[in-house]
């Protein structure tokens, strides 16, 4: 168990940590703008892996040269994103858009339904049996030496997911829009009165969700190598955690507990075992509970009104 | 031709009736008053005018045309400025960006930098808070952002619901001093109030809300020393 061992697991810890935050971007920003918990989200990623899947075979990516794959790498996400947040957005205006009033019950089991839906299509799609997706990069290590192994899979999440995330960060907080999304998400009536359409803005949210949901279903594929209908669930569980861990609704909140959720799973499962990790990571997502029921980074709820 | 016209209105909130049959209307440049109890239906005649609670008869005219039916963002855009009961500031928000906020429809960010300047002349404390989040504000502040908000997006009608409520008499008045020099703007106004004697003393007319219908309407002298008025609305008689 030497350091190297240690540093090894952290980097394959925040690497992953940096798929699962993209994931649970797309649950914090739907609760923070409807305070819908989109169950639907983890499969709607298992079809963009599908797509994705499709999208390799039909393009020929595994036969290609290294210029063509890296081009292919980036249409993929750029198709598997725009399929997902497009999809998103077709979920959220006939299942979510007729419930707005209704109960929040109403929607949550809706979600749930929709999740069921979309792993049916997905076990049509690709079928029961878990899918091999192809190695379309080099399996070269980066870094000297050869004490840790960093390859260019490992970069690509990084590649992928860091300008993701500071292009969403800039679009909250300097765009129209991203004014917009804040002020309905603190209050969807007085968003309205300024002249805000509301539905626009809930519409451009569940489409940027999607659109990162797309980016991180390709990079899933490259980066696990094995995709299956029954995937969303799992993942979609992990990413809901780190948001809630985080603090459902807080952005950094996602980024930060997708990054704590996945050094806490390499390491739990390097040193305690892997049928052990779910435990621990819930365990830990528990106990952080009862002493911030808010999450990490979330806000706490007193407020002068 | 009456600038807002409000025919016949109904709406409510699923079995409960809370507008029946209401017309009124406002001409431009006019400031009119509507008083009357807790629960009679006063903020739900600016919601509805507003289009957040959808009408369920007759209708509204703006200019002439009729807005019945349009989303509340398409009816602020036609100049109908809001600033709903219980202020609903953006807490988590700067007092900047709410005032960028009530500027949402204006596109240029030139005119929307002199628009919301021109606002801090009338609250200049705001002015001073510009970078501290609304929710942080007092209660009279944060009253004050709610009007300046409806404001920077320059409307010719503004909705105004319970202004006073919950504030100490000096912010009050400097609150009505600002209203009653809207209309010397331009400004149509219809101001909602649970404090008659002040709304009634500024407005040119005033109608009475009692459950849900128009009971009483006429100047706001004539309201003011209506005995029905006085007894009920002014706690005289």
């Not at chain 1, 923070?32 to 963009?48: E, K, P, Q």
């Not at chain 1, 049509?124 to 004490?147: H, K, M, Q, T, V």
């Not at chain 2, 200019?63 to 100049?79: D, E, N």
Request: hydrophobic share 50%; charged share 15%.
């Amino acid at each position: 168990m030497s350091v190297q061992f240690f540093l090894q697991q952290c980097l394959i810890g925040l690497t992953n940590g940096a798929l699962i935050a993209l994931v649970a971007l797309g649950y914090t920003m739907v609760y923070g703008i409807i305070g819908l918990i989109n169950f639907a989200h983890g499969d709607l990623i298992m079809l963009g892996a599908c797509l994705a899947l499709s999208l390799v075979a039909a393009l020929g990516l595994a036969a290609a040269g290294p210029a063509t794959t890296w081009l292919g790498i980036g249409l993929l996400i750029v198709l598997c994103g725009l399929f997902c947040g497009t999809l998103n957005v077709a979920v959220d205006r006939f299942v979510y858009k007729p419930l707005r009033n209704a109960p929040k019950l109403a929607p949550l089991v809706s979600a749930i339904g929709v999740s069921f839906i979309f792993m049916n299509v997905g076990l049509f799609w690709i079928g029961s049996a878990d899918r091999s997706f192809p190695e379309l990069l080099p399996s070269i290590n980066l870094l000297p030496g050869n004490s840790l192994q960093f390859n260019w899979k490992d970069l690509l999440v990084v590649l992928v997911v860091a300008p993701l995330m500071v292009g969403l960060s800039l679009l909250v907080r300097v765009t129209r829009l991203g004014k917009a999304m804040r002020a309905v998400s603190q209050d969807p009536t007085a968003a309205a009165l300024v002249g805000i359409d509301v539905d626009q803005v809930i519409a451009a949210t569940f489409f940027i969700g999607g659109f990162l949901g797309g980016a991180a279903s390709v990079i899933y594929g490259l980066y696990i190598n094995t995709i299956g209908f029954q995937m969303g669930f799992q993942n979609g569980l992990y990413a809901f955690t780190a948001a809630v861990l985080g603090g459902i609704g807080s952005i950094p909140g996602a980024v930060f507990g997708g990054l704590v959720i996945g050094l806490v799973r390499a390491l739990a499962s390097a040193y305690v075992g892997e049928r052990w990790t779910g435990a621990i990571v819930f365990a830990i997502l528990i106990v952080i509970l009862v002493f911030r029921p808010e999450g990490l980074l979330g806000r706490r709820t007193s407020e002068k009104v | 031709m009456p600038m807002l016209e409000v025919q016949e209105l109904e709406a409510g909130y699923g079995p409960i009736q809370a507008l029946n049959a209401v017309s009124l209307e406002v001409r431009e440049g006019e400031l009119i008053a509507i008083i009357g109890a807790n629960g009679a239906g006063k903020t739900s005649l600016l919601m509805a005018i507003s289009g957040i609670i959808s009408a369920r008869r007759g209708q509204v005219l703006f200019c002439g045309r009729s807005i019945t039916g349009l989303k509340p963002h398409a009816i602020v855009r036609l100049g109908i400025g809001h600033s709903p009961e219980g202020r609903r500031i953006f807490p988590r928000l700067t007092v900047r960006e709410n005032l960028e906020l009530g500027g949402f429809t204006q596109r240029d960010a030139w005119q929307l930098k002199r628009d919301i300047a021109e606002v801090c002349e009338l609250f200049p404390v705001l002015g001073t808070r510009m970078n501290q989040l609304g929710g942080t504000l007092s209660g009279g502040e944060q009253q004050m952002l709610a009007v300046a908000r409806a404001l920077v997006g320059r409307p010719t009608l503004l909705l105004l619901d319970e202004p006073s409520l919950g504030l100490a008499p000096l912010v009050v008045a400097k609150l009505f001093s600002v209203i009653a020099g809207l209309t010397a703007r331009g400004i149509a106004v219809v101001l909602v109030e649970q404090n008659a004697r002040a709304a009634l003393k500024l407005a040119a007319r005033g109608y009475v809300l009692e459950a849900g219908r128009i009971t009483l309407s006429g100047s706001g002298q004539e309201l003011a020393s209506d005995n029905r008025v006085r007894e009920a609305y002014l706690g005289e008689g």
